[in-house]
């Protein structure tokens, strides 16, 4: 099977990024860009971005998970620590986030290292999710091999008829992770495929510096 895919072309031509326009600390562009984009209706589920990881099999293996909260220090999102995901980020705590919100001609790569949230925020957020997405982080053994989406199915009622009446809890082997980034670009699509692309990497006295790439 061949598919030759020469011959797409897009111009990107929508917006700039100037590093004069940038503020010193990139959480506040960030949230600049993150809060245009979600206003925007060229854009879908702004909080979707990739997770990438280097797996126990020495593979790196990217995925997309839901962005839960930003704050000053970092990027929050929830899994199954005993998932696939879940190990190789305890194993490896080194991940690379990225946004792509191609309606604006936007990306966002964030390189950082993860840690695992306190068991009382964990908690919070948890209550917080629909008692379906409660049962489900019950049933599910995230990322084992299953004979069947029947078995799926009866787990999942297994595990109804188990909290029947009962307050469902957070499961002790899932939870949030925060990545604290250690470096942010900002790409910006241009014209000829001379894109905008402005770094922050942070330094040891926990400023940022500011360096624009070649694209």
Not at 129 to 149: I, Y
Request: charged share 30%; aromatic share 12%; with cysteine.
């Amino acid at each position: 099977m061949s598919h030759d895919l020469s011959d797409y072309r897009k111009s990107y031509e929508k917006k700039e990024l100037l590093k004069k326009n940038c503020p010193e600390n990139p959480m506040e562009l960030f949230r600049n860009w993150f809060l245009t984009a979600d206003a925007s209706e060229v854009v879908e589920e702004t909080n979707a971005m990739n997770v990438s990881a280097i797996g126990l099999d020495g593979f790196p293996k990217n995925r997309i998970v839901l962005l839960k909260k930003y704050t000053w220090e970092g990027f929050i999102f929830y899994t199954n620590y005993h998932s696939e995901k879940g190990k190789a980020i305890l194993n490896n705590n080194k991940v690379c986030l990225s946004f792509f919100w191609p309606g604006l001609e936007q990306q966002i790569i964030i390189k950082g290292k993860a840690e695992k949230l306190a068991e009382n925020l964990s908690d919070g957020y948890f209550e917080s999710r629909p008692d379906g997405s409660k049962l489900g982080a019950w049933a599910s053994n995230q990322s084992e091999v299953v004979a069947s989406r029947e078995m799926l199915d009866e787990q999942l009622q297994k595990t109804t008829n188990q909290f029947k009446d009962k307050e469902i809890t957070r499961p002790p082997h899932w939870g949030g992770f925060m990545v604290k980034p250690t470096s942010i670009e900002f790409w910006q699509g241009r014209p000829n495929r001379m894109h905008d692309r402005i770094r922050y990497t942070l330094e040891k006295d926990f400023s940022w510096k500011l360096a624009r790439l070649a694209p």
